[in-house]
């Protein structure tokens, strides 16, 4: 496999999921913002600031509204890491690799492009939230099932999932961090009805709502959540799901070519970090602080993969 392809097939992947799990950060937002008193455009900045793009948009605006930082998130055609941007640099990319790539996924992706093109080529209304970002969820859900039901399981499957779950342990570590570092900055919050409430939002937001209550029954608790969302190996969001399956796919391109990468050795790290703490130590570490780690070993983990591509040639 040539490394431009390799590439191509990676940044697909991860543009897909980000565009997905930007719009989770938005509605994570919306719902939290749902839950405060009083004027709420402050917490967009934290929200923005999570997805790594608050910079961006001070750069363009002078001041943080609700508004203002949806339409930058979802439709700004000068933030690179709005929705329609990523929608669009999968779609190139997916272009650029397409004899990789079954028809159906083909089809799947670039009719994922056209229908949040038309969904974002205007400002959303408060009232028409909800309907875009479910368009999109389900629009990547459609490429996603397109690669499972048609895709041989070969180096091009794993290098499109091995993308995928580095940005969705990306964005689970952010949508966390959203939760307890920025949006509740209060200690005497802590363990609060509103605090429950905040925690539950955080379920609904990566989809694991229904998985939670089949697995820990109907009573919400911060200790619960934070386990489900980083160590329960059954939730397909959470960071130890995705952190194995990283490694597991890295593992299988490294026995393809006989010798494991670089990246194959740094994601096994990654997995053990996981398997060797508890929730316990992870709050006695600071939740915080720990998902700050995570973060940058999933940073380093992703550079360490793209400096790997030659040697897949």
């Not at 997905?20 to 937002?29: A, M």
């Not at 329609?84 to 650029?96: G, H, V, Y």
């Not at 919050?189 to 990566?206: F, K, P, Q, Y």
């Not at 952190?243 to 050795?265: C, E, F, M, R, V």
Request: with cysteine.
């Amino acid at each position: 496999m040539l490394g431009k392809t390799a590439n191509g097939l990676y940044w697909m992947s991860r543009y897909l999921e980000r565009a997905e799990n930007t719009s989770r950060l938005v509605e994570t937002g919306q719902r939290i913002g749902l839950t405060r008193l009083g004027h709420d455009d402050d917490e967009w900045a934290s929200v923005m600031r999570s997805a790594s793009v608050l910079a961006g948009y001070e750069e363009h605006h002078d001041e943080v509204t609700k508004d203002a930082a949806i339409n930058w998130m979802l439709r700004e055609k000068a933030n690179p890491a709005s929705v329609l941007s990523t929608i669009s640099e999968a779609r190139q990319n997916a272009r650029m690799v397409r004899t990789a790539l079954t028809h159906e996924v083909w089809e799947a992706i670039n009719g994922c492009y056209m229908a949040v093109k038309d969904a974002l080529a205007r400002k959303v209304s408060e009232r028409d939230l909800p309907a875009v970002l479910g368009l999109i969820r389900q629009r990547t859900a459609l490429v996603r099932g397109a690669t499972h039901g048609t895709m041989l399981r070969n180096e091009i499957y794993d290098f499109t999932r091995t993308g995928t779950f580095l940005e969705r342990a990306d964005a689970t570590a952010r949508i966390l961090d959203v939760k307890y570092y920025v949006l509740l900055p209060s200690a005497f919050a802590v363990g609060s009805s509103i605090d429950n409430v905040h925690w539950e939002t955080i379920l609904r937001s990566v989809s694991a709502r229904g998985g939670f209550r089949m697995a820990y029954g109907s009573q919400v608790n911060a200790r619960d959540i934070a386990q489900f969302l980083i160590l329960d190996k059954r939730m397909p969001r959470s960071l130890n799901f995705c952190a194995t399956k990283i490694h597991n796919n890295l593992s299988y391109l490294g026995a393809d070519y006989d010798t494991p990468p670089q990246s194959s050795l740094m994601s096994k790290a990654l997995v053990d970090r996981f398997m060797n703490h508890d929730i316990e130590a992870v709050f006695d570490y600071g939740l915080h602080e720990y998902i700050q780690t995570v973060l940058s070993m999933l940073s380093k983990l992703g550079q360490q993969i793209e400096k790997d591509y030659r040697f897949y040639e």
